[in-house]
């Protein structure tokens, strides 16, 4: 993933689980109602734009694009410090996270994507209960307790996922494409929209439409 698909990919996360003036994002299938504008945001960002040129733009986009009025002007100038945050983290590449620790961190401060991360622990409260909507843990190799994590919209692709817990999560949206899924537990997690195209799960490959234990 190079810088600006990486970029691109934050902006879209934190407008729509963040920003979110429509009120949608409660429905992972309205993932790309912000998509537009995500392009205008970027080039702001390319060209040094500040907090304040970001809120005047999020303002404009609310209320002359979406026609959502704003009580409190403060929602848009903490979106744009976000964006900004986001622009950082992307200059800086992605790096993968050597634990369970060190990533919920770098998520909370406002990353997403750990791609190629090696992390394995027994510790069954590593990660249970933690917010991480929109993680993206591509070609990972990682054992982790996900019990009861809200993870909708995450990103497994090609990940091995051995072992790894995630029963009753919020997997609503979230892609598993190839992944390895031996002995990783789904137990009444939420499903819908998932997918789970050629995933390996207990040694059978998943097709099209299928889900673990189905």
């Known amino acids: 993933m190079n810088v ?6 934050l902006v879209h996360d934190i407008l729509f689980r963040e920003w979110d003036p429509l009120g949608v994002n ?3 299938a309205a993932t790309r109602e912000y998509s537009s504008y995500i392009t205008g945001i970027i080039h702001l960002l390319r060209k040094g734009a500040d907090e304040r040129k970001l809120s005047a733009h999020l303002l404009r986009l609310r209320e002359n694009s979406l026609g959502v009025s704003l009580s409190d002007p403060r929602g848009d100038e903490l979106i744009a410090s976000r964006l900004l945050a986001a622009y950082e983290i992307a200059q800086r590449g992605i790096r993968p996270a ?6 919920l961190a770098r998520y909370q401060a406002g990353e997403r994507v750990f791609n190629g991360s090696r992390i394995e622990t027994d510790d069954r409260e590593s990660l249970s209960g933690c917010k991480l909507d929109g993680l993206v843990l591509r070609n990972a190799y990682v054992k982790l307790s996900f019990q009861g994590a809200s993870l909708r919209g995450a990103d497994f692709w090609d990940a091995e996922l051995k072992g790894s817990d995630f029963s009753n999560a919020d997997l609503r949206g979230a892609q598993f494409h190839g992944s390895v899924l031996s002995n990783t537990s789904f137990q009444d997690a939420r499903l819908e929209g998932a997918q789970f ?7 059978r490959m998943l097709k099209t439409g299928e889900f673990p234990d189905s």
């Open 4 to 9: 600006d698909s990486h970029l691109l990919r």
């Open 98 to 103: 050597r634990s369970a620790e060190e990533l």
């Open 26 to 28: 409660a429905d992972e």
């Open 197 to 203: 195209n050629e995933a390996c799960y207990q040694f």
